[in-house]
T-cell receptor, first 116, second 112 residues
Framework: GAVVSQHPSRVICKSGTSVKIECRSL??????MFWYRQFPKQSLMLMAT?????????EQGVEKDKFLINHASLTLSTLTVTSAHPEDSSFYIC????????????FGEGSRLTVL | GDSVTQMEGPVTLSEEAFLTINCTYT??????LFWYVQYPGEGLQLLLK?????DKGSNKGFEATYRKETTSFHLEKGSVQVSDSAVYFC???????????FGQGTELSVKP
């Protein structure tokens, strides 16, 4: 089946630094990708919808200047957590939509960010 | 707004036991409903789905029926295996180009 890869799978950084997480669709093109945040023992919270070649659409309450999303190609979206703080520590998951707006979603393995 | 509520875990069962994980939803219109599974250390995988009322999704021995009258999509399996240990997420889509709303997840642990 279709594969979505995230990198890095784990990252530890110091407070105040920026961290970039990549999400790649390996065997299909994805005009739309989604970024989620998952807290321990909690659900996935949709952060933003990433559209290739245009600005991301952020969900209410998500700071777009804090969580920069770039979808520069049909196979790559990146999430940059800027000036990270310990409260940004979380599990970030991306998904990519294969086959147009009515297609199937495929999820990456997730990236665990720890901010010291 | 739309929402999904799942039964809280963790759920611990013995091998070959019957499994039910409850899921109810609130949505305007007629959403599609999904169950995703997350095995330890892996990403989410689609387990099954149903796109309209009374549809039954099934896969790997798991089943769920879209019940509009009770706004439910409960997950069932007749005989669980140790390999079914994972976190299960119920989700809905109201058709906004792949946007999903997830329940909080239910952790299942199956003991030999």
């Amino acid at each position: 089946g279709a594969v979505v890869s995230q990198h890095p799978s784990r990252v530890i950084c110091k407070s105040g630094t920026s961290v970039k997480i990549e999400c790649r669709s390996l065997d299909f093109q994805a005009t739309t990708m989604f970024w989620y945040r998952q807290f321990p023992k909690q659900s996935l919270m949709l952060m933003a919808t990433s559209n290739e070649g245009s600005k991301a659409t952020y969900e209410q309450g998500v700071e777009k200047d804090k969580f920069l999303i770039n979808h520069a190609s049909l196979t790559l979206s990146t999430l940059t957590v800027t000036s990270a703080h310990p409260e940004d520590s979380s599990f970030y998951i991306c998904s990519a939509l294969a086959g147009g707006s009515a297609g199937e979603l495929f999820f990456g393995e997730g990236s665990r960010l720890t901010v010291l | 707004g739309d929402s999904v509520t799942q039964m809280e875990g963790p759920v611990t069962l013995s091998e070959e036991a019957f499994l039910t994980i409850n899921c109810t939803y609130t949505a305007t219109g007629y959403p599609s409903l999904f169950w995703y599974v997350q095995y330890p250390g892996e990403g989410l995988q689609l387990l099954l789905k149903a796109t309209k009322a009374d549809d039954k999704g099934s896969n790997k021995g798991f089943e769920a029926t879209y019940r509009k009258e009770t706004t439910s999509f409960h997950l069932e399996k007749g005989s669980v295996q140790v390999s079914d240990s994972a976190v299960y997420f119920c989700a809905l889509s109201s058709g906004q180009g792949g946007k999903l709303i997830f329940g909080q997840g239910t952790e299942l642990s199956v003991k030999p």
